[in-house]
Each structure stands twice: as structure tokens, then as C-alpha cells.
């Protein structure tokens, strides 16, 4: 089982959170990421998701996406991969497997009669639900602080069934992903942090690769198809 937070996407050009050139710097997380913050500022909300939509133009996946399609090939469906990310590389790389925990940047939601679907450009007040035609009633499909990450039934029985488990681009601040390795470790599994730093979780972790994800993890990947 593979975790992938921000990091993974950082040599494709898409900042992290938490780093110098940080996503939420400027801006308050109460602001822009949680549950509470829809219903005080649905447009602020809307709006912060609006210009990650945008910044992603012409976005590509890198070598360390590209490394875990590869894996995903030679290890058929003993492979899962589990993202924290929103964007759209993973699949983009062609990884099949894949769960979206916190959501999907380009996947709306409609307070007004539940549906959520694929989404372009800007959310704006007047932008009516295709679905049901309602205006003002839309968000980001997007799991914000304060809500239930998704498929946690599915991550968990995986969790509970890897042999190995590896974490890449985490900082291991945000739960239940940070937990992750817990779980895993306690059902006997080996486990990995590849990562360009310390993390709140390294210690957790039985063994550690350092370094950037476009080459750790490309060195990872032919080391366990034994390439
Ligand atoms: C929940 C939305 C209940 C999408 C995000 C007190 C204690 C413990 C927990 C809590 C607490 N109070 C509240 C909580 C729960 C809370 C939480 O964890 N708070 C933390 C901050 C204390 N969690 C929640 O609310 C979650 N829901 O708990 O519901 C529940 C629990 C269990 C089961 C069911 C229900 C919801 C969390 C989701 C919040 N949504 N974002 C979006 O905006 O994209 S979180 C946000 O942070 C992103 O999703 C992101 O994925 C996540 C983690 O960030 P990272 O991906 O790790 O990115 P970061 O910038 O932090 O780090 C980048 C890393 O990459 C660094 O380590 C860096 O060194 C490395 N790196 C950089 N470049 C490279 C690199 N590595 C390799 N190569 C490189 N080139």
C-alpha cells in the first residue's frame, strides 16, 4: 500500500501546504479548509479552490508518479495507492488502483440534491448545480478539516492486509492519514517513509529513504521489482 501526500506532486510545480512557498500561507486554514468555513464563506471557500483549479494548468505527473504506474503493472491488484492529494497526476500517470481520500480538486458537490460531478473552471454565486439547476448551492468535492475522509472502510482493510507500507510526501500532520503507518505496522507490515525531510511521523517508520520523490521513489520501485 502506497500513501502519497504533496510532496509527490512538488517537482510537477504544485506547492505543498505547509512549505516556505506553502498553499495556506496567507491564507488561514479556519479560512479556506474546513467544514465550518462552507457555511460561513462558501465563496471564500470556492474561491481558494477556483485558483487551485486554475494554478494546475498544464500541470504533468513526474518520474515518481510515473514510477508507481509502473509498480501497479508488475504487481497487478496487490497494489493499492491512497492519496491525500487532489490533483489529478496519479491518474494522469496512469495509476488504476487509487483511492482519493480527501477528494478531488475537479469534482464538485451540490449541497442542494447531493450529486457530485466533474468539474472546469471557476465556481461562482450564479453557477447553477447541473444537476439540479439550483444556483449558490455548490462546493469543492473535497474532504475539509472537520469531515470524514473517504473510503476509510476500503483504506483500512488495506491497511490491515499490506506487507509493505509506504508513505511519500507526507509531513504527517493531518489525521487519520497520519496514523496510517500505525496501522500497518501493527499488522506486521514493513514500513517506508520516503521523503526530501524530517517528519512528525520518521520515528514511527522502520526504515527511511531521503531525498526527492522523482528519484527516491524511481529507486524504490526498481529495487522491489528487483530491476
Ligand atoms: C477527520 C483538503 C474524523 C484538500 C485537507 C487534534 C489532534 C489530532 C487530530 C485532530 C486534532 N484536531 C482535529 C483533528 C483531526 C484533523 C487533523 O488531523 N488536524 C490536524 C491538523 C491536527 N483531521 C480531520 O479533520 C480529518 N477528518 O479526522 O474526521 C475521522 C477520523 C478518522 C476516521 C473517520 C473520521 C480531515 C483531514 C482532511 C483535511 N483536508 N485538505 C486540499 O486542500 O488539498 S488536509 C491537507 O493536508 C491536504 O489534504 C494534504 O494532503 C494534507 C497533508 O498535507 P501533506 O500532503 O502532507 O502536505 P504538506 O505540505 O504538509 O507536506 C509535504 C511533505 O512533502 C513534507 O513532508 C515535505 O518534506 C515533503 N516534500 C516536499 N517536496 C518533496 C517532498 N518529499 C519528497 N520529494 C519532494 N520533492
Known amino acids: 500500500m502506497v500513501l502519497t501526500g504533496a510532496g509527490i506532486s512538488a517537482e510537477s510545480g504544485i506547492p505543498t501546504f505547509r512549505g516556505p512557498d506553502g498553499l495556506w500561507h496567507g491564507r488561514r486554514v479556519e479560512d479556506v479548509a474546513t467544514a465550518e468555513a462552507v457555511y460561513r464563506d462558501r465563496w471564500g471557500v470556492n474561491e481558494f479552490f477556483n485558483e487551485r483549479r486554475n494554478g494546475i494548468e498544464g500541470v504533468k505527473p513526474n518520474a515518481a508518479h510515473e514510477a508507481l504506474v509502473k509498480l ?116 506486521g507490515a514493513h514500513t517506508i517513509e520516503v521523503n526530501a525531510a524530517d517528519t512528525e511521523r520518521s520515528y514511527s517508520f522502520a526504515e527511511r529513504i531521503t531525498g526527492p520523490a522523482s528519484i527516491t521513489v524511481t529507486e524504490l520501485v526498481d529495487k522491489i521489482i528487483g530491476e
Open 72 to 187: 501497479e503493472s508488475k504487481i497487478g491488484n496487490n497494489f493499492i495507492l491512497v492519496t491525500q492529494n487532489i490533483d489529478p497526476l496519479h491518474e494522469m500517470a496512469g495509476s488504476k488502483n487509487l483511492i482519493h481520500m480527501h477528494g478531488e480538486l475537479f469534482s464538485i458537490q451540490c449541497d442542494n440534491c447531493n450529486s457530485t460531478y466533474f468539474f472546469q473552471g471557476d465556481v461562482k454565486k450564479e453557477t447553477p448545480c447541473e444537476k439540479c439547476g439550483k444556483t449558490g448551492s455548490l462546493r469543492p468535492d473535497v474532504v475539509l478539516f472537520g469531515e470524514m475522509p473517504k473510503m476509510m472502510d476500503e483504506i483500512l482493510y488495506a491497511l490491515s492486509n499490506c506487507d509493505l507500507f509506504v508513505a511519500i510526501g507526507t509531513s504527517g500532520v493531518v489525521y487519520p492519514a497520519a496514523g496510517f503507518v500505525d496501522v500497518a505496522g501493527r499488522y
